[in-house]
């Protein structure tokens, strides 16, 4: 199995940044795909950002030009850069790993803690 261990999170005023990790701990060899996705009051859980194995990227069009996914050399350790944060970037951020089960074909996720990011205005 895999273990998630998110840190970074905090309070800023718009404008300001803050740099979120994701430490991946057990079945690493297993990941496939780690991202970001986060949860504001009264709505729905997104995806903000995801980075594969292969280093393919994909952003959600609200953080474009803004935030920035990265990996560590191990590929143990995902980053989220946030730059030029606004009020509406404040959320519950959720690291998330996709393992492969190569027996069975299969996938599964496994979910950090959540760390909170508020960026007042």
């Known amino acids: 199995q895999v273990q998630l261990v998110e840190s970074g999170g905090g309070l800023v005023q718009a404008g300001g940044s803050l740099r979120l990790s994701c430490a991946a701990s057990g079945s690493i060899v297993s990941i496939n795909v780690m991202g970001w996705y986060r949860q504001a009051p009264g709505k729905q859980r997104e995806l903000v950002a995801s980075?594969?194995?292969?280093?393919?990227?994909n952003y959600a069009d609200s953080v474009k030009g803004r935030f920035t996914i990265s990996r560590d050399n191990a590929k143990n350790t995902v980053y989220l850069q946030m730059n030029s944060l606004k009020p509406e970037d404040t959320a519950v951020y959720y690291c998330n790993a996709q393992s492969i089960v190569v027996v069975t074909y299969s996938s599964y996720n496994t979910w950090g803690q959540g760390t909170q990011v508020t960026v007042s205005s």
């Open positions: 980075i594969t194995r292969g280093g393919t990227i």
